[in-house]
């Protein structure tokens, strides 16, 4: 598999109050890759994130490097762990697609094209029955989609996602890890994903990044996920089951135009 | 003055024209003319005061107006100006205490709103003879509205709607996603304080028309209580905006009728309306 760098990390350290947060990270981010970030509470998986959407003052280098290894600004997209909102409120989730789609301030009314657009990207990901829905009344899984529909609308190169199935049931949280597939292998998206799930990092994720504050480990899932790289990383003796599956793992650098059996387009 | 009252005749002329006596009273000409401006703005900040969890925060700001009035007076600047100077003041603390210190938007306000209302007092107090003015913004006279009061609350309804459209739907991704709203490129914290500053200038008028004590409710409460009843954002700031144009208006009716003040009136009269939203909730 040729190795195409999306993202070069070197030397990154971020500081709060004093505090290292993350410490000379040194790592890399392939091209059509899922890449898991992994580790203890407190190793710095969301900092990493926030650093790589800018969010959080670091020192050291981040490199965003297009298909021809030339640096340039990438269309980021990113999909947190969970709205911070009230439940009560009747903000719907035509609504919030809305808010970043039309100029319009929403109290003045809602627009053909808007309307048509929002149920348009709902459709893709197979939630369009929640158009009208108040997001208050989402369950997390059927947030999480919504929130993964709002990201794909700017059609984005790199999709970065926040603990996205934590609070989403082992069900909900398998399919929305089987849409993060098909959109890596039919958009060549390069993903980025903080996981504490290791099943789920196990059988969705390319590549993983083993973080506690600096880089224990990184490389493919099977280099990765081994017993002693487990114990390293959490202190427990840990191991993950190989089970068989119908759907071997497809190599990252996958080409969607190759692909026959694929289903509905996202 | 002569020019101010040219450009409120044609206003109070239509008004006369309804059939209601107390309509000929020019008293009850200004009331009815700032409550239409005011009262559908308060409405809709109020959705998003609400939406920011921020009923705290513009109660803060509300009773910063004991320090504010009391400056005023020592200053010999109108209270009515340098109270919402110093709530715009207040407010800008506020968000910046929030972003830079580690402790909860609460216990900044907290600490804030004491500070503020204590050093009010405490000049107030001090300078005998100045707390004789403080009784009409504790509880606020809409009837004592001047025609100068009401090209005021027209320039600032004007200032209001332009930031509304401008920024409602911004304010209203930052309730959802403080970060995400970061991450799609709003300048959140730019953003969060012209908010405040916007919802100092309209507090800071309100208090002329129910006073300090009350003016948090006139945000709040037609807010809330279209919250049960909507489905979506546009049907809660519509309804908001009709609950609070209803609850001013008879709130003015029952003040006039009843020999009752108009501020508190008004506030029972969308209470009121939020228990029976209580009976249609819908989330």
Not at chain 1, 151 to 166: F, G, K, Q, V
Not at chain 2, 102 to 115: H, K, L, N, R
Not at chain 2, 194 to 210: D, E, K, P, Q, T
Request: with cysteine; aromatic share 8%.
């Amino acid at each position: 598999m040729i190795s195409r760098p999306a993202v070069q990390i070197e030397n990154l350290s971020v500081k709060f109050n004093g505090m290292e947060i993350l410490k000379n990270i040194h790592a890399h981010i392939e091209h059509g890759c899922i890449t898991a970030i992994i580790g203890p509470n407190g190793a710095g998986k969301t900092t990493l994130l926030s650093a790589l959407l800018g969010l959080v003052p670091c020192s050291g280098i981040i490199r965003f490097l297009n298909e021809n290894g030339d640096v340039y600004p990438p269309r980021l997209a990113y999909v947190p762990q969970n709205l911070e909102f009230d439940r009560q409120s009747p903000v719907t989730v035509l609504d919030f697609i809305a808010l970043r789609h039309q100029k319009k301030p929403l109290w003045m009314g809602l627009s053909r094209s808007t309307i048509e657009a929002s149920q348009e990207a709902l459709e893709k990901l197979k939630v369009s029955h929640l158009l009208r829905k108040p997001i208050g009344k989402l369950s997390g899984g059927e947030i999480q989609r919504v929130l993964l529909a709002i990201a794909l609308r700017d059609n984005p190169e790199l999709l970065l996602l926040d603990e996205p199935i934590s609070g989403v049931d082992v069900a909900g949280g398998h399919l929305f890890c089987d849409i993060l597939e098909k959109l890596r292998r039919q958009r060549q998206l390069t993903i980025v994903m903080v996981s504490h799930d290791l099943s789920v990092v196990s059988q969705h994720a390319d590549r993983v990044i083993c973080l506690n504050r600096s880089v224990v480990c990184e490389g493919t899932t099977v280099e990765v996920l081994t017993s002693e790289n487990l114990f390293a990383i959490y202190g427990l003796h840990a191991g993950l089951y190989e089970y068989e599956t119908k759907n071997p793992p497809i190599p990252c650098d996958y080409n969607a135009k190759d692909k026959t059996n694929s289903s509905t387009a996202l | 003055m002569q020019r101010t009252k040219l450009i409120l005749q044609p206003l109070y002329k239509f008004l006369s024209l309804l059939p209601f006596e107390i309509m000929q009273a020019g008293f009850m000409q200004r009331a009815v003319i700032v409550l239409f401006l005011l009262t559908p703005l308060c409405a809709i900040m109020g959705t998003l005061v609400v939406q920011l969890r921020m009923a705290f925060f513009s109660d803060a700001i509300a009773h910063s107006a004991f320090t504010g009035v009391a400056l005023g007076l020592i200053l010999g600047v109108d209270p009515r100006f340098s109270l919402i100077f110093f709530g715009m003041l207040i407010g800008i603390a506020i968000m910046r205490l929030r972003r830079k210190g580690d402790m909860a938007m609460d216990t900044t306000i907290g600490i804030i709103f004491s500070t503020s209302v204590a050093l009010g007092l405490a000049i107030l107090s001090a300078k005998k003879g100045l707390g004789r003015d403080l009784p009409g913004f504790l509880y606020g006279d809409i009837l004592a509205i001047d025609d100068g009061e009401v090209v005021v609350a027209m320039i600032l309804s004007l200032i209001v709607w332009v930031f509304l459209a401008f920024c409602y739907n911004n304010l209203l991704f930052i309730s959802l996603h403080d970060r995400l709203a970061r991450v799609v490129g709003i300048k959140v914290d730019a953003l969060e304080s012209v908010f405040a500053m916007v919802l100092a200038l309209i507090v800071g008028f309100s208090i002329r028309a129910v006073g300090i004590l009350l003016v948090t409710s006139l945000l709040v409460i037609p807010a809330a209580a279209a919250r049960n009843v909507s489905g979506s954002t546009f049907s809660l700031v519509w309804i908001a905006v009709g609950l609070s144009l209803f609850a001013s208006m008879a709130g003015l009716a029952t003040s006039v009728f009843v020999d009752f003040a108009a501020g508190p009136a008004i506030i029972l009269w969308s209470s009121g309306m939020f228990c029976v939203s209580i009976c249609f909730k819908k989330n």
